[in-house]
T-cell receptor, first 117, second 112 residues
Framework: EAGVAQSPRYKIIEKRQSVAFWCNPISGHATLYWYQQILGQGPKLLIQFQNNGVVDDSQLPKDRFSAERLKGVDSTLKIQPAKLEDSAVYLC???????????????FGPGTRLTVT | GESVGLHLPTLSVQEGDNSIINCAYSNSASDYFIWYKQESGKGPQFIIDIRSNMDKRQGQRVTVLLNKTVKHLSLQIAATQPGDSAVYFCAENRTGRRALTFGSGTRLQVQP
């Protein structure tokens, strides 16, 4: 079974520039998550999709971050314009729902390491 | 506020010894807990999970203990190997909310 794919693996941009990350979840996984992991910290949820609908984007800085999952499969996360504090690893994860309220294992991709200079 | 945190940022053990990584949580509504292992340059990898109606769960060389009275979670790794060197995160989840809340992580260093 192929895992969660992410690209690019590394990206270096200057502040105020734009950047986009791509994620392809495990086939058949309806739930997709984007996490931000700042160096030395645990991942923090940015946005959660169920198929192509947003379930939770309460921690997404919507003035500069956007995400979409138009066909309920692949997803893109965009930052425009980037700030120095956006330097982090952006992790994509997916899971297969098991009924309402069920706790399910999330499978993570390798992440995209973003450096904003 | 709610939080999931870890007591020790770095744990150094000798190869073959047992390792214990601790985690405290503050949200009594949490009912599902997971331990993840993250190696350098990789995403977190699931190790073991436990639901709040359990006190202990065992896997291959790993055991998770849950003490709901003091809101404490621990991961025990038996016969620690060099390949166990990584950062370990505990995470919590509440029924109805699939996204995870992660702690800040403990780095496990295994000395040969």
């Amino acid at each position: 079974e192929a895992g969660v794919a992410q690209s690019p693996r590394y990206k270096i941009i200057e502040k105020r520039q734009s950047v986009a990350f791509w994620c392809n979840p495990i086939s058949g996984h309806a739930t997709l998550y984007w996490y931000q992991q700042i160096l030395g910290q645990g991942p923090k949820l940015l946005i959660q999709f169920q198929n192509n609908g947003v379930v939770d984007d309460s921690q997404l800085p919507k003035d500069r971050f956007s995400a979409e999952r138009l066909k309920g499969v692949d997803s893109t996360l965009k930052i425009q314009p980037a700030k120095l504090e956006d330097s982090a690893v952006y992790l994509c994860a997916s899971s297969s729902p098991q009924g309402t309220g069920g706790s399910v294992e999330q499978y993570f991709g390798p992440g995209t390491r973003l450096t904003v200079t | 506020g709610e939080s999931v945190g870890l007591h020790l940022p770095t744990l150094s053990v000798q190869e073959g010894d047992n390792s214990i990584i601790n985690c405290a949580y503050s949200n009594s509504a949490s009912d599902y807990f997971i331990w993840y292992k993250q190696e350098s340059g990789k995403g977190p990898q699931f190790i073991i999970d436990i639901r709040s109606n359990m006190d202990k769960r065992q896997g291959q060389r790993v055991t998770v203990l849950l003490n709901k009275t003091v809101k404490h979670l621990s991961l025990q790794i038996a016969a620690t190997q060099p390949g166990d060197s990584a950062v370990y995160f505990c995470a919590e989840n509440r029924t109805g909310r699939r996204a995870l809340t992660f702690g800040s992580g403990t780095r496990l260093q295994v000395q040969p």
